[in-house]
């Protein structure tokens, strides 16, 4: 999409505004908590009863900072424009932009990891529909804010340098003529393309992030930080207030650090086909961490205090004067501010300083913001979860199962490489933040080694059938009620909890799937590979989850078609361990059938492993689906049946032999 592309998007944009204007029902009509809050229960109550907190100042600045992707694009220093494209970016920049909250104290901060043409002109035309959306949203009340999100209904590069250093200040909220059309306020709106050079390591989003920090402190310097990625957009505008109800707070304010949002997704399908929402983690296990200490940071959708994003230490004596930190942005003209902004944003910036030690975000792990939360909290800070009643944002879940795979990868990679450093919160949190909150980072540290424990239960049970080994006691033996009674208690109070959760049967289905999928590869490539760089053998590298896909690839992720459609080695695993037990579901019924004497000492004797490897062919049939039946281009590739169908067999000839 060219220049005169993103001008006529912003134009029919426009018009679409202005059209909407004429059907107020469109709008969003008040929810249940904001009705709450005029009532006195919530937001309104906290002026009313703290008034003297705001009364005679203005409300504290925030800046909000959101990133690119950060995945280096064809071997140059440039992350891949096509990951996140343009128009998701501006979305997430408006929505942002349109906060319920004083214009002249928002800030928003944009790092384009990519230094791209297109994301700039695309930036420079949402600064300028920003003058004709905001008043509507703030006019009509719209949520959520991001106008792609609402309706649902740049040029070719100059050179391909990878040297791109670039600060802009778009938007000025300082000048009197950053107006709409009805003569409000902007807020300031900056662009930031960091320098990048390929002796410099650059951190990925950490870097970005931190490059945000310095840049953010020198022109606006607002004390809350909002962190967003781009591939979410702000759908509570009200998010930010909420937020300072808690950091100004007279009681226990002081002593919180950040407030983290729930990680939502605007796109999942009822059904939940490949588990993204953490209905159960999010609903229920990290709320219970606000009693010990507060949850961990999640890398997305939290407001920061600045000083403590910084490396300061909290302290009991510690008071934040609201007074005196309202008022802190630069006298300096935008030219100037932009010029000495390139110095804080250069890749030798950094060099023999604590950033990315002890300042920011800490650099060298794939999930930055668990490390960073952890360091932040063995400071002597808390933080808090917060989860009002319409979400705060809401992202994009991965629509295919190799891109959750990938995911999962990464995400136990980084958890796995955390547990094993000097960082692991037993030691490095002993004496800094409670036993339960050290213990309570431990089981998500440890989830890749999870994996063997998996493993273990799909490959051997079905490999000891085939054998005519029995691993668990008879049937008639008093001793199965004990398996028998753990198994189902686990399975229906785990049911019983993503019910009560807002889930469906299918739903939790699909997670139970999708829990075997990931411990049995993505979790199992994550301790390979954390292994390998433990040894010298592999370096740390950050994959960025792709956010487009094509028109049927949607079509069959709404249809809750699960999608494989590529080679992969995770693909080969899931493929051999399905058609493992499928062989041994065959050689159970050889046994019962052939030896028709025999048929009910079969049944007493391997009962139990008869019925788990039942129980994985039933979860594992999306995958014999896809191996054998499906001629869509999400079926599994040939190469992968072939390998699977030769691998399980060589598995199983080997085990009869030996």
Known sequence: MGHTGVWAMSQAMSQAVWATRARPSRTCEPT????????GFGLDSFFLSYGSVFIGFSPPLVDGTLSTACRTYKGSLKADPLIEPP?????TVLSVMAYDYPPEKLSIYLSDDGGSDLTFYAMLEAANFSKTWLPFCKKFRVEPTSPEAYFRTASEPLNDADNWLSVKILIDGRDSNAVDIEGNPLPTLVYLAREKRPQHHHHFKAGSMNALIRVSSRISNGPIILNVDCDMYANNSKAVKYSLCLFMDEKKGDEIAYVQFLQSFDNLTKNEIYASSFRVLQQLELHGLDAIGGPCYNGSGCFHRREALCGKKYEKNYKVDWKKVSDTKADESASFLEETCKVLASCTFEHNTTWGKEMGLIYGFLVEDIITGLN????GWKSMYLSPERDGFLGVAPITLLQTLVQHKRW??????????????????YKKIPLKLRLAYCPYNLWAANCLATLYIVVMPCLCLLKGISLFPKISSPWVFPFAYVAFVHRAYSLNEFLWCGGTFRGWCNDQRMWLFNRTSAYFFALFETILKLLGYSRLNFVVTAKVADKEALKRYDGELIEFGATSPMFDILATLAMLNLFGIFGALKKVILDEDEDLEVLEKFG???LLCFVLVTINLPVYQALFFRND???MPSSVTYKSIIFAMLACTATMCF
């Open 412 to 429: 136990m990679d980084g958890h796995l490489q955390v547990f094993l450093s000097r960082y692991c919160p037993l030691l490095y949190g």
């Open 633 to 635: 281009n999400g079926k």
């Open 32 to 39: 249940r908590s904001e009705e709450k809050l005029r009532d």
């Open 87 to 91: 128009s998701m970016v501006v979305n």
């Open 376 to 379: 932040i909290q063995c400071k």
């Open 608 to 610: 139990l492993q008869i």
